[in-house]
Structure formats: C-alpha cells, structure tokens
C-alpha cells in the first residue's frame, strides 16, 4: 500500500519560515505527481502546490512569490519552503501523490494518495 508522510508542522511568529518534507513510500513506478494542499476546519481543502517527477511545478496564486515546491527524486520526497508565513497561511497542511499517469494539477480530484497532514501554525 502506497504511504505518504509528512513533517515540519511547526508554530511559527507571522514573516518565518517553515519547510515541510513529504516522502513517497510504497509506490513502484518513476513517475508521479506530488502536491501540497491545506484545510482550515469548516472551509474546503484548498490546493497549494504541485510538482511531478519532472520537475515541473504549479502554484496557486496565494502562494506565489512566497511558496516553493521541490523534489528528490531518489528519495521520492517532495518538499514545500514556505516563506513570508502569513496567519492566513494557518492550516493543516497535506501532502497528496499520484501516478504513474498522473496530471501536475493543485486539483486534489487528480490524486489518490493522501498523507495524514501537518500542522502551520502562523500568529500575528
């Protein structure tokens, strides 16, 4: 069974920084597409960034300029730097995969594959 874990959560003052890493576990093939995505309670799970085995990313417009996605692919491990923290960045914060076809999208319908979350934490 394909496993996805997450760490970095942390609590962080508004203007830190934080990065959190994601690894692949459990899955076959080279190629694949990994995404970030955050939910605050009672609002929808909201796409954050996405990058495939190629190296390709996508950002959503809140994120960008502040927010960067990366992989290692031998350690299929992707890892999202996030920057200028602000409180609305506060979030659970998960990780998704798809693959071998997949489509480098922040959509979550294109993934399967979903880790447990972390936890940002932002305070003005």
């Known amino acids: 069974q394909v496993q996805l874990a997450e760490s970095g959560g942390a609590s962080v003052q508004s203007g830190g920084s934080l990065r959190l890493s994601c690894t692949l576990s459990r899955y076959t093939y080279e190629t694949y597409c990994m995404g970030w995505f955050r939910q605050v309670p009672g609002k929808e799970r909201e796409g954050v960034a996405a990058?495939?085995?190629?190296?390709?990313?996508v950002y959503a417009d809140s994120v960008k300029g502040r927010f960067s996605i990366s992989l290692e692919n031998a350690e299929k491990t992707v890892y999202l730097q996030m920057n200028g923290l602000k409180p609305e960045d506060t979030a659970m914060y998960y990780c998704?995969?798809?693959?071998?076809?997949?489509?480098?999208?922040?959509?979550?319908?294109?993934?399967?594959?979903w880790g447990q979350g972390t936890q940002v934490t932002v305070s003005s």
């Open positions: 998704a995969a798809e693959g071998p076809i997949c489509v480098v999208t922040i959509w979550e319908d294109h993934y399967n594959f």
């Open positions: 990058i495939n085995s190629d190296g390709m990313p």
